[in-house]
């Protein structure tokens, strides 16, 4: 089989969104997402209907890729699934239909790290987009991790930063319901902040050792200080929303910045990427550009469809698992936490 016609198909399961993407090399075909709007009235992911859900729509997304793609399912060399980490029956629903898939084409079947694939997701060859040289730092943010990762390969990552308790995609959404805003507020908060005075009212950056992350008090800082002032004037909410969310933004890149700043300190690497559903932020793609200048990093911002969680990520990882053969049997297990 030559190198410059592999097709590799990709299923992404980890949460709530049912995703496919056809991928020719490093090149993506097709890359869809069906998202799932029945969690926004519980207020988060309600895992038993996300993996019902799953169930539903995975067949005709698969279907869709395929097509979107041009090319028939016999034309396919591989087939990539996120492994973990990420809700274990979602996972089952992607593992399954990825099992039996390559089993019934007798292809290979490609097990991918969906944190991986985050950081991966630069490889993809995407017009305008420059692809980052080993070895580079990766922050990945998200509503379940914050990690600085040093990357010396493709399967060659440690993690040297990571948070203590809290991811800084909660921090986001817990202020927004704090706010008042609804599910998900991550993205709601980003569109406040663009109207907002981000020096408007001042909280404090956690103490916290060497390259780890801690947010948890920045979100009983915030709470606290919402509820102070609507005890003193109901309308506080309404009146400043712009300013408490640029405000809160603002020291959230601040608490980002720092880290990355010692990173590239401690081990002299000054290449940056950054990978998750919260590298989508404005803000912080805007302060990252940034740095090239005041800093003279060199920064990668992935295309916003790949930043949030989608296939393309998790088949630009199984096309180079591909490569070294680095393959699969139907015993593979999905891990609802797994390790680099």
């Not at 995975?58 to 395929?66: E, H, Q, T, Y």
């Not at 950081?119 to 305008?128: C, N, P, S, V, Y």
Request: aromatic share 8%.
């Amino acid at each position: 089989m030559t190198n410059d016609s592999v097709y590799i198909l990709a299923i992404e399961s980890s949460c709530d969104d049912t995703a496919a993407a056809v991928l020719k090399n490093d090149k993506v075909l097709s890359n869809l997402v069906a998202r799932q709007s029945i969690h926004e009235e519980y207020g988060g992911v309600v895992p038993e209907l996300a993996s019902r859900a799953h169930q539903q729509n995975i067949v005709p997304v698969v279907d869709m890729a395929l097509k979107k793609a041009g090319i028939n399912k016999k034309q396919l060399h591989g087939i990539a699934f996120t492994q973990g980490p990420g809700l274990m029956g979602s996972l089952l629903v992607g593992s399954s239909f990825a099992k039996s898939f390559s089993m019934a084409l007798n292809i290979p079947l490609l097990a991918v790290n969906h944190m991986q694939a985050h950081i991966l997701a630069h490889f993809i060859d995407e017009e305008g987009y420059d692809k980052p040289t080993f070895p580079f730092l990766a922050l990945t943010i998200s509503g379940g991790h914050t990690q600085i990762v040093k990357v010396s390969g493709f399967f060659e990552m440690e993690i040297i930063g990571e948070t203590t308790d809290d991811a800084v995609g909660e921090a986001f959404d817990k202020t927004a319901k704090i706010l008042g805003l609804p599910y998900p507020g991550g993205p709601l908060i980003d569109q406040f902040a663009k109207e907002g005075n981000p020096k408007a009212f001042l909280f404090t950056k956690p103490n916290v050792d060497g390259l780890n992350f801690s947010f948890s008090g920045l979100k009983t800082q915030i709470l606290y200080f919402v509820q102070k002032n609507v005890a003193l004037n109901p309308n506080f909410i309404e009146e400043n929303k712009a300013d408490i969310c640029a405000s809160v933004q603002n020291i959230i890149i601040k608490i980002l910045m720092d880290k990355l700043k010692l990173a590239v300190e401690e081990t002299g690497i000054n290449q940056i990427a950054i990978g998750g559903g919260v590298s989508a932020n404005s803000g912080i793609r805007n302060t990252l550009k940034e740095a090239e200048t005041k800093y003279g990093w060199k920064t990668y911002i992935p295309k916003f469809e790949y930043t949030t969680d989608n296939a393309a990520m998790i088949g630009i990882v199984g096309y180079q698992k591909y490569l070294h053969n680095q393959f699969e049997n139907t015993s593979v297990v999905s891990k609802a936490r797994i390790e680099f």
